[in-house]
């Protein structure tokens, strides 16, 4: 069934805290915005077992109830949420047709908070200790190895910089790279080269994690089984943590080419996080590739909320 005879003030793509925080702004103005949740409701932090930097939680918080959270607070205010993904969406007149599941809808602005998904090495021991041993943001989950070793997949200048952000917490940072040399620039190679915490195995790459598992929520890491490329050898290193800096994909392969993407496949913005396309704006790390924390996803949020609002103003579709 068609839900193109209601036209919305905002259709929001994606349920990160981008896209909750954008709700919560744009419901409050009673400006009642429609969320599609997509195919993982509340994002990458449902993954999440405890944030400790998301300012006013001094105690940490659950990843997953943060987002059950801000999904309540969006609801509260007059948001309405559809539990199905965006396909697409298409220019008709003023406004746009925004695809969703196997119907449709109609909307003056749309805003593109599909976020991005890490890119992982595909092994099934990654996935047995995800977020219980292994991770893939240093910033984020780092503090829960302050003292102990870690190791790192990657070679370019985000690995660089996660391994020297770790290499100040922990006791000594392993660096495994499948190739001789770093693909990172000179001084972030040098830098972690250099760096007297930091050792490399090179020519290498994860097998298997391996660890402890007592129930659901009671795993750790204790090692990781490497394998040589050149000689084919094993050999297991002993950590407490695996971090996996090898790049993220962002999700915008359902926008179709139509809203203007870096090499990358980042959604292009402006400082007021507009897209190319006038009604079209976009938040979280769906554009961000370099802080992707969710307080700045969050922070970004709002700032495309209070962007759609203005251009609903300026249309004149509100007052």
Same mark, same amino acid.
């Given at each position: *069934?068609?839900?193109?005879?209601?036209?919305?003030?905002?259709?929001?793509?994606?349920?990160?805290?981008?896209?909750? !925080?954008?709700?919560?702004?744009?419901?409050?103005?009673?400006?009642?915005?429609?969320?599609?949740? #997509?195919?993982?409701?509340?994002?990458?932090?449902?993954?999440?077992?405890?944030?400790?930097?998301?300012?006013?939680? %001094?105690?940490?918080?659950?990843?997953?109830?943060? *987002?059950?959270? *801000?999904?309540?607070?969006?609801?509260?205010?007059?948001?309405?949420?559809?539990?199905?993904?965006?396909?697409?969406?298409?220019?008709?007149?003023?406004?746009?047709?925004?695809? =969703?599941?196997?119907?449709?809808?109609?909307?003056?602005?749309?805003?593109? &908070?599909?976020?991005?998904?890490?890119?992982?090495?595909?092994?099934?021991?990654?996935?047995?200790?995800?977020?219980?041993?292994?991770?893939?943001?240093?910033? &984020?989950?780092?503090?829960? =190895?302050?003292?102990?070793?870690?190791?790192?997949? #990657?070679?370019?200048?985000?690995?660089?910089?996660?391994?020297?952000?770790?290499?100040?917490?922990?006791?000594?940072? !392993?660096?495994?790279?499948?190739?001789?040399?770093?693909?990172?620039?000179?001084? *972030?190679?040098?830098?972690?080269?250099?760096? %007297?915490?930091?050792? @490399?195995?090179?020519?290498?790459?994860?097998?298997?994690?391996?660890?402890?598992?007592?129930?659901?929520?009671?795993?750790?890491?204790?090692?990781?089984?490497?394998?040589?490329?050149?000689?084919?050898?094993?050999?297991?290193? %002993? !950590?407490?943590?695996? @971090?996996?800096?090898?790049?993220?994909?962002?999700?915008?392969?359902?926008?179709?080419?139509?809203?203007?993407?870096?090499?990358?496949?980042?959604?292009?913005?402006?400082?007021?996080?507009? !897209?190319?396309?006038?009604?079209? @704006?976009?938040?979280?790390?769906?554009?961000?590739?370099?802080?992707?924390?969710?307080?700045?996803?969050?922070?970004?949020?709002?700032?495309?909320?209070?962007?759609?609002?203005?251009?609903?103003?300026?249309?004149?579709?509100?007052?």
């Amino acid at each position: *069934m068609s839900d193109k005879e209601i036209t919305r003030n905002a259709v929001i793509c994606g349920s990160g805290p981008a896209g909750w !925080t954008a709700a919560i702004y744009l419901a409050r103005a009673e400006l009642k915005p429609l969320v599609i949740a #997509g195919p993982q409701v509340g994002g990458q932090l449902t993954t999440t077992t405890t944030i400790e930097n998301f300012p006013g939680f %001094p105690e940490g918080r659950d990843g997953n109830q943060l *987002m059950i959270d *801000m999904e309540e607070q969006a609801k509260k205010y007059g948001a309405e949420v559809e539990y199905e993904s965006c396909s697409g969406f298409e220019k008709d007149g003023d406004t746009f047709i925004v695809k =969703y599941g196997n119907t449709s809808v109609r909307a003056h602005t749309i805003l593109i &908070c599909t976020g991005s998904s890490a890119r992982t090495l595909g092994i099934e021991t990654e996935k047995t200790f995800w977020n219980y041993g292994v991770h893939t943001c240093a910033v &984020c989950d780092g503090g829960f =190895y302050r003292g102990k070793e870690v190791v790192i997949v #990657g070679g370019g200048d985000s690995a660089m910089e996660e391994a020297t952000y770790l290499a100040k917490l922990c006791t000594k940072v !392993t660096v495994i790279h499948r190739r001789d040399e770093l693909r990172a620039s000179k001084i *972030m190679a040098e830098r972690a080269l250099e760096h %007297p915490k930091i050792e @490399f195995e090179w020519n290498s790459t994860v097998e298997e994690v391996l660890g402890e598992v007592e129930g659901e929520r009671k795993k750790r890491v204790t090692a990781v089984r490497l394998r040589n490329l050149k000689d084919d050898s094993r050999k297991e290193l %002993p !950590t407490s943590a695996m @971090f996996l800096a090898i790049g993220h994909t962002p999700n915008s392969g359902w926008l179709n080419g139509q809203v203007e993407t870096g090499d990358s496949g980042y959604v292009v913005v402006d400082a007021r996080q507009r !897209t190319n396309l006038d009604g079209v @704006f976009a938040a979280g790390d769906i554009h961000d590739h370099h802080y992707r924390q969710a307080i700045t996803a969050a922070g970004y949020g709002c700032k495309a909320a209070l962007e759609a609002e203005r251009y609903l103003s300026q249309k004149g579709v509100i007052n």
